[in-house]
T-cell receptor, first 112, second 108 residues
Framework: DSGVTQTPKHLITATGQRVTLRCSPR?????VYWYQQSLDQGLQFLIQ???????AKGNILERFSAQQFPDLHSELNLSSLELGDSALYFC???????????FGEGSWLTVV | GIQVEQSPPDLILQEGANSTLRCNFS?????LQWFHQNPWGQLINLFY???GTKQNGRLSATTVATERYSLLYISSSQTTDSGVYFC??????????FGPGTRLSVLP
């Protein structure tokens, strides 16, 4: 158990819909990262928050948004879903960039 | 941005064999980690190793930061070692970048 909690674990939804993925970081970790992993693909960095503020942005679509709340949990919002958004979405946390990054178990999203 | 390469892309071993996985990166890094993604999709931390050598049971890793590469050694491989091995590097201001992974299959 990495200490990073993601919900839901599995989600099936229809095209055009909107979903929210939730992440609770390890206790004491200020940085939260979101990654997308499509089938048989590598991990694509989406976005990072540090202590409530956006720190870095990767290949995140405009239909996607995220935020980190004062209690440090984070949510990734995916809207106007397309079939190609089906993927495993990981949240990770760390104290900072020089420190070990720990991953949650991921949220499997299937868009039908 | 920083580029990360891993080799080989695929590796098939017989149980009990040893292997070496390589990670090359194009710039200096503040952090390097190795992960194992098991067949169920879980990403497991193996090593935090921005430099030097570490060992954990049958696994060990070495990073030569000045030459921009890291090696992961797996000895006496077991079927449970199967999965994809990723290295990830962190360069301040660029965030964590993952390599494409090495897919390892250990046959009984």
């Amino acid at each position: 158990d990495s200490g990073v909690t993601q919900t839901p674990k599995h989600l099936i939804t229809a095209t055009g819909q909107r979903v929210t993925l939730r992440c609770s970081p390890r206790s004491g970790d200020l940085s939260v990262y979101w990654y997308q992993q499509s089938l048989d693909q590598g991990l694509q960095f989406l976005i990072q928050y540090y202590n409530g503020e956006e720190r870095a942005k990767g290949n995140i679509l405009e239909r996607f948004s995220a935020q980190q709340f004062p209690d440090l949990h984070s949510e990734l919002n995916l809207s106007s879903l397309e079939l190609g958004d089906s993927a495993l979405y990981f949240c990770a946390s760390s104290v900072g960039g020089r420190n070990t990054i720990y991953f949650g178990e991921g949220s499997w999203l299937t868009v039908v | 941005g920083i580029q990360v390469e891993q080799s080989p892309p695929d590796l098939i071993l017989q149980e009990g064999a040893n292997s070496t996985l390589r990670c090359n990166f194009s710039d200096s890094v503040n952090n390097l980690q190795w992960f194992h993604q098991n067949p169920w999709g879980q990403l497991i931390n193996l090593f935090y190793i921005p430099s030097g050598t570490k060992q954990n049971g049958r696994l060990s890793a070495t990073t030569v930061a000045t030459e921009r590469y890291s090696l992961l050694y797996i000895s006496s491989s077991q079927t449970t070692d199967s999965g994809v091995y990723f290295c990830a590097v962190y360069n301040y201001g660029q965030n964590f970048v993952f390599g494409p992974g090495t897919r390892l299959s250990v046959l009984p």
